[in-house]
């Protein structure tokens, strides 16, 4: 195995594979490999967007974002913006489709299709996919990098870059290890936990309802505070909640727990109609229907087993009793619980489950444009591994792609420059 590289990358993932690349565009004579923990390069890209590879999103904006410094994505977007992005992928024969949400997929929907035109890339632009090598010491002696693997191996480069992720997914290879590496060279890490990933509840109401899904709208708050809302297909499980809603909330609802506060996920069965609409619209039903049974009552509006739940949280009485009895109290009770629904959360499940990893290595302590370190010269960062992580559909492979880019550019220009 040839030890000696002008640029390594750390790490196979996204944000390496085109940091790679662009180092090799901006300096097509030097040598440069990637070094992967892995059998293989690419494993977590096969998993985005569900096997088909969401690969970034027309809604790209710094609001998307979230960490210590947000603004701190804009340098890398105005270098590698979306249109560049889908440029570059077109080149290598990505053909790309809009879906909802302004959330950008391949027309082949593979991810693995997408992986394979990386890796030909890479093979033909003759730059190594070092595998089996998980980095676990690195130094600086003599303008030169040594970095060394858990076996043993070392290999030197004259400037590296680490894209090894965070610690979400660790069956992916991000299992957190690579913090210590930029820890080990004087850099700092903010207090990491999971993100877009599922939560748990207390409340006795979402294991009961388990598999079944609805349209809504879900809102987060903390010891009281309105923290964020998200709408659109929402899950009870038996461990609590989950659907695209609940992912986007994550973050911040664990972020929460974290700060000893007291978060809770409202649910608002029918966010299209008002508790005016829904208040009339039971009183009629009532009227109509005097002599049906609560169990069957609410079947018309929603689903059966969640009406049911309903009629038990919102102290109704017992399912047999009829709808006309319902008095003007209890159906403002029953619609109060429609609108808002609270489900207090105790965690979530796992770093297995979560798609990304809130916080990371501080971003204060690189330079935007670059990526490169402030502290350590030829010492460049991208991905997942920074504090930064984005809203589910295709934010963060953007971050990925635009920040990788940016220091695969920078290491190459600062090779050519000394």
Request: proline content about 3%.
């Amino acid at each position: 195995m040839k030890n000696t590289f002008d640029i390594l990358i750390i790490g196979g993932g996204a944000s390496g594979i085109i940091a790679a690349l662009s180092a090799k565009e901006s300096a097509p004579n030097a040598d440069i490999a990637i070094a992967e923990k892995l059998s293989r390069v690419g494993k977590k890209i096969l998993a985005t967007g569900n096997g088909r590879c969401n690969i970034s999103n027309y809604n790209i904006g710094v609001s998307k974002y979230h960490g210590e410094n947000t603004k701190f994505v804009m340098s890398a977007f105005s270098i590698l913006s979306l249109e560049k992005t889908l440029c570059f992928f077109s080149r290598l024969g990505i053909i790309t489709r809009e879906e909802s949400e302004g959330k950008i997929f391949p027309c082949s929907g593979q991810a693995s299709a997408v992986l394979d035109l990386l890796r030909l890339k890479l093979a033909s632009c003759n730059i190594p996919e070092i595998t089996d090598f998980e980095a676990v010491g690195i130094k600086n002696k003599n303008v030169e990098y040594s970095v060394l693997s858990k076996s043993g191996d070392v290999i030197t480069a004259k400037c590296v870059i680490i894209c090894a992720g965070g610690m979400a997914g660790p069956q992916f290879g991000t299992d957190g290890s690579a913090y210590k590496l930029f820890e080990k060279t004087g850099h700092t890490k903010t207090a990491v936990y999971p993100a877009l990933t599922r939560l748990k509840s207390t409340s006795p109401y979402a294991k009961s309802l388990q598999g079944i899904k609805f349209d809504g709208k879900a809102t987060l708050s903390a010891d009281g505070k309105t923290v964020r809302s998200e709408q659109g297909e929402i899950l009870f499980t038996d461990y609590g909640l989950s659907g695209p809603p609940i992912l986007q909330l994550s973050g911040e609802a664990i972020a929460a727990l974290n700060h000893n506060k007291k978060p809770i996920i409202s649910l608002d069965l029918m966010p299209d109609k008002s508790v005016e609409e829904i208040t009339n619209t039971i009183k009629a039903l009532a009227k109509i229907n005097s002599d049906m049974p609560l169990e069957f009552f609410f079947s018309g509006l929603m689903n059966k087993q969640i009406g049911k739940a309903l009629v038990k949280a919102a102290e109704l009485g017992k399912l047999t009793d009829r709808a006309g009895a319902l008095s003007d109290r209890k159906i403002s009770q029953v619609v109060a619980l429609i609108k808002s629904w609270g489900f207090e959360i105790s965690g979530h499940t796992g770093w297995r489950d979560a798609q990304v990893t809130a916080g990371g290595i501080k971003t204060s302590e690189f330079f935007p444009s670059s990526m490169e370190s402030r502290i350590c010269k030829n010492l460049f960062a991208a991905g997942e591994i920074l504090d930064i992580y984005g809203d589910c559909g295709g934010y963060n492979l953007q971050w990925a792609w635009s920040s990788g880019y940016v220091a695969g550019k920078s290491a190459a220009e600062r090779l050519k420059n000394e």
